[in-house]
């Protein structure tokens, strides 16, 4: 039987609950059941900051029982942005663990009165002093846990000094890198005075039928490590999708002034990282992708700064988009991100839209406290991350104040701030001439989200009829055309909720673009060998929905803000300014139908808002139901 | 005969965890790296991941410190197995040891790797080729010969 902890930390209380079979199954783990523990544990109106906001942690369903199934999500009201749908899926060994430890899920409650980490272990969870820590980076956390509990093989969930100061964009990390990032779970994390929680599990999980997981097990790790990505991601990652997305015009360059960044050329790539940085690899728990990268650099300003990851997202954050070509400032600021625990798109999307406050002439010498903004100034760069974390200078104040700090430079500064549902646009890349990742990334329940809407297949211009097969309806091979993408978009935004329910990481599915890997005939062989359910792909889609219509109904509730919310940043409305996909653009009354055709599909209202019938055949008419 | 067993190039090792995940289901029925067989340290700080398994000494000195006769090496095949119906569990064998190759489970169970009988399935979900089964002699860095022969000679 899968467990949730309700876990007081004003109290130190811990009640630990069996979860019902039925519950499970509507909601399986991770996301799911977080969002479900969520709406029904968060009183409505609760201001994100405050004891009684909770702060929930789910591993996945199959986390630890299959390959590449090591991811975890936290889930929580926003605190970034406009207060609503919080949550973060987060990979590692941290997630497995927790499952080994005796636990699923954990719900916490209330605030610590003094610097509080959680120690997790077989079963029992001990509240333990962490004065000690408060006030360190997430490197010297890690070590001073290990040396407090005397075992180096503990995983840790922490936050970093940007959590402790509740920067709104403060991410809960994990290992070096492994972050769970946007919308301020780390802010919330802090606001309890929790610095870590440590968990260490060496219970055996029990599966239904071993001899068919053991089975599948070989079969899905033959199946991923013979796709034809497989190659490409356990060498470089995402940073191989760099080059890809500039030289395809989707790249965002100076705050989205261009789409094209030539400066990269034979300066930012995969290749360079691989030969000059590059000193290890390493994966999460159960993965053959080895994703991981150590690095070090060994000369210049930066001489001996090391560290794990960068991911895409942190190269072309740090890249393009603040107009830097400097592969080791990336690496320095990569490194001083992951030690404070800020979110990368947020703290780099800022600093862009910085610096083009500064070209423009709307912010001075006097705004910045002296610091120079000119584009990819690398001093400066550095200093506002530093401002942010220990909220000093002009860096604090946007870490304090997320999108609320254009009150600050006056209504023309607002122009160029791309946020969505409050929520910094991810910065790096621009997919205005790709229409069902626009339209899914802006329908996406936290707001501005890749990980939920980015339709990498419509990249791809494949054949109608492999589309047809995949998606089970007509869809437009051309990146520009509408046709079917509303469906696209839905039919994604369902399939990575089941991912990060499940615990799969997204690189081991169809997600990422390669029709071999995983898929929800997958997913269902490896739920019945584990719980001795019959689910079908059927079943798991409409899970997939079911849990999208409660978040649905969490933003509702908590916000109010539907339709008028559920549009891109302003310039995905204004045309591409270079080649490839020059003159690309959204036009706002094909946006408008778009969205029309997907609220129909979704059977919502022309306002955006779950219609009674489709919460009544999703079984959610009853929220909230109180069963756990 | 040639004799096979395990080489470990730790440089390669990601500290996935694929291979306690099959040994564990392939042994135990379910997944628990703290009942695998094969063990990983994973020094985080340092990015270091190190797999500690059997590497069938030629002169075990686990079977030397076991006081029950329970440790046998075959003379055929090389390979170092436990008797566990002889085994009380006392764990001086891992006391013995000089690779952290014997693993002690949560219920202080003494376990050792028995190389699947000859195809293990640890190697064969290994995705970087840490973990490797090769003819003793040639290996893929050298041979284990020496391996363990000096412990208590020195």
């Known amino acids: 039987m899968e467990k949730v902890a309700i876990i007081d930390l004003s109290t130190e209380q811990v009640v630990c609950k069996d979860i019902p079979d039925e519950l499970l199954r509507m909601y399986l783990g991770g996301e799911g059941l977080n969002t479900y523990l969520l709406y029904n544990h968060l009183a409505p109106g609760t201001d994100p900051l405050s004891p009684e906001n909770p702060l929930i942690f789910g591993a996945g369903?199959?986390?630890?029982?299959?390959?590449?199934?090591?991811?975890?999500?936290?889930?929580?009201?926003?605190?970034?942005?406009?207060?609503?749908?919080?949550?973060?899926?987060?990979?590692?060994?941290?997630?497995?663990?927790?499952?080994?430890?005796?636990?699923?899920?954990?719900?916490?409650?209330?605030?610590?009165?003094?610097?509080?980490?959680?120690?997790?272990?077989?079963?029992?969870?001990?509240?333990?002093?962490?004065?000690?820590?408060?006030?360190?980076?997430?490197?010297?956390?890690?070590?001073?846990?290990?040396?407090?509990?005397?075992?180096?093989?503990?995983?840790?969930?922490?936050?970093?000094?940007?959590?402790?100061?509740?920067?709104?964009?403060?991410?809960?990390?994990?290992?070096?890198?492994?972050?769970?990032?946007?919308?301020?779970?780390?802010?919330?994390?802090?606001?309890?005075?929790?610095?870590?929680?440590?968990?260490?599990?060496?219970?055996?999980?029990?599966?239904?039928?071993?001899?068919?997981?053991?089975?599948?097990?070989?079969?899905?790790?033959?199946?991923?490590?013979?796709?034809?990505?497989?190659?490409?991601?356990?060498?470089?990652?995402?940073?191989?999708?760099?080059?890809?997305?500039?030289?395809?015009?989707?790249?965002?360059?100076?705050?989205?002034?261009a789409n094209y960044f030539e400066e990269a050329e034979g300066h930012l790539d995969d290749e360079i990282f691989e030969e000059q940085y590059k000193t290890k690899t390493l994966a999460c728990y159960a993965c053959p992708l080895r994703c991981s990268h150590r690095y070090r650099i060994n000369s210049g300003p930066y001489a001996g700064v090391w560290g794990e990851g960068p991911e895409f997202y942190m190269m072309a954050g740090f890249g393009p988009a603040v107009g830097n070509a400097d592969w080791e400032l990336i690496l320095a600021a990569n490194t001083v991100i992951n030690r404070y625990g800020l979110d990368v798109g947020s703290s780099s999307g800022y600093i862009a839209w910085l610096m083009e406050l500064w070209q423009r002439g709307i912010i001075n010498e006097k705004d910045t406290g002296g610091l120079n903004l000119e584009w990819g100034n690398?001093?400066?760069?550095?200093?506002?991350?530093?401002?942010?974390?220990?909220?000093?200078?002009?860096?604090?104040?946007?870490?304090?104040?997320?999108?609320?700090?254009?009150?600050?430079?006056?209504?023309?500064?607002?122009?160029?701030?791309?946020?969505?549902?409050?929520?910094?646009?991810?910065?790096?890349?621009?997919?205005?001439?790709?229409?069902?990742?626009?339209?899914?990334?802006?329908?996406?329940?936290?707001?501005?989200?890749?990980?939920?809407?980015?339709?990498?297949?419509?990249?791809?211009?494949?054949?109608?009829?492999?589309?047809?097969?995949?998606?089970?309806?007509?869809?437009a091979s051309a990146l520009n055309s509408w046709e079917g993408k509303p469906w696209m978009a839905a039919w994604t935004q369902n399939f990575t909720t089941i991912i990060d329910s499940l615990g799969y990481c997204k690189f081991a599915t169809i997600w990422p673009g390669s029709t071999h890997n995983l898929n929800y005939s997958n997913f269902c062989e490896t739920i019945n060998a584990v719980k001795g359910w019959d689910v079908t792909p059927e079943e798991l889609m409409e899970t997939g929905e079911r849990i999208w219509n409660l978040e649905r109904l969490f933003i509702q509730r908590e916000t109010g803000a539907l339709r008028e919310h559920d549009i891109p940043p302003s310039i995905y409305f204004q045309p591409q300014p270079l080649e490839p996909l020059k003159g690309e653009k959204l036009d706002r009354d094909e946006y408008d139908r778009a969205l029309d055709e997907y609220y129909e599909i979704r059977g919502w209202t022309r306002e955006g808002a779950p219609k009674p019938q489709t919460l009544a055949r999703l079984k959610l008419d009853k929220e909230p139901s109180n069963l756990l | 005969m040639e004799q096979k067993t395990f080489f470990i190039r730790a440089e390669f090792c990601t500290g996935c965890g694929l291979c306690q995940l099959a040994c564990s289901m392939v042994k135990e029925k379910q997944p628990n790296p703290a009942k695998s067989r094969i063990s990983i340290e994973r020094l985080v700080m340092d990015g270091l991941m190190l797999p500690h398994i059997c590497l069938n000494c030629k002169k075990p000195p686990c079977i030397e410190a076991c006081r029950r006769k329970a440790i046998t090496k075959d003379a055929r095949t090389g390979w170092v197995t436990i008797d566990k119906e002889k085994c009380n569990n006392c764990t001086l064998c891992i006391a013995a040891c000089p690779f952290s190759a014997i693993v002690l489970t949560p219920e202080d169970e003494v376990l050792l790797c028995d190389v699947c009988g000859g195809s293990p399935k640890c190697v064969e979900m290994c995705p970087t080729g840490a973990i490797q089964f090769a003819s003793r002699s040639e290996g893929v860095a050298g041979s284990t010969d020496d391996a363990a022969v000096n412990v208590f000679d020195s």
């Open chain 1, 61 to 257: 369903l199959i986390s630890g029982y299959d390959v590449s199934s090591s991811r975890f999500e936290v889930t929580s009201k926003s605190v970034e942005g406009e207060g609503g749908f919080g949550t973060s899926n987060c990979g590692g060994h941290w997630s497995a663990e927790l499952k080994f430890a005796g636990f699923q899920h954990l719900v916490i409650k209330g605030k610590a009165s003094r610097p509080t980490y959680l120690w997790i272990h077989d079963g029992e969870i001990e509240f333990r002093d962490a004065s000690f820590l408060w006030g360190h980076d997430t490197y010297e956390c890690q070590e001073l846990i290990q040396d407090d509990l005397g075992d180096t093989q503990v995983k840790i969930a922490m936050i970093g000094q940007a959590g402790e100061n509740l920067v709104k964009f403060a991410n809960i990390m994990h290992g070096l890198k492994r972050a769970a990032g946007r919308t301020g779970m780390g802010c919330i994390m802090g606001s309890k005075l929790l610095k870590a929680i440590v968990v260490r599990g060496r219970q055996g999980l029990k599966p239904h039928d071993p001899d068919k997981l053991l089975e599948l097990y070989s079969n899905h790790y033959r199946q991923i490590t013979s796709t034809k990505i497989y190659p490409v991601i356990s060498r470089y990652g995402t940073l191989t999708i760099f080059c890809v997305a500039n030289q395809s015009g989707t790249m965002s360059v100076r705050n989205n002034q």
């Open chain 1, 378 to 475: 690398k001093e400066s760069i550095l200093t506002l991350l530093h401002q942010m974390s220990k909220n000093e200078g002009l860096g604090g104040m946007i870490g304090q104040q997320a999108s609320k700090a254009v009150k600050a430079f006056g209504k023309d500064a607002g122009k160029y701030l791309y946020v969505q549902r409050g929520m910094m646009h991810e910065s790096p890349q621009n997919f205005r001439a790709a229409r069902a990742t626009a339209l899914g990334e802006a329908t996406a329940n936290r707001g501005s989200d890749h990980l939920k809407g980015r339709c990498s297949l419509e990249f791809f211009g494949m054949p109608p009829e492999v589309l047809e097969k995949i998606y089970g309806k007509p869809i």
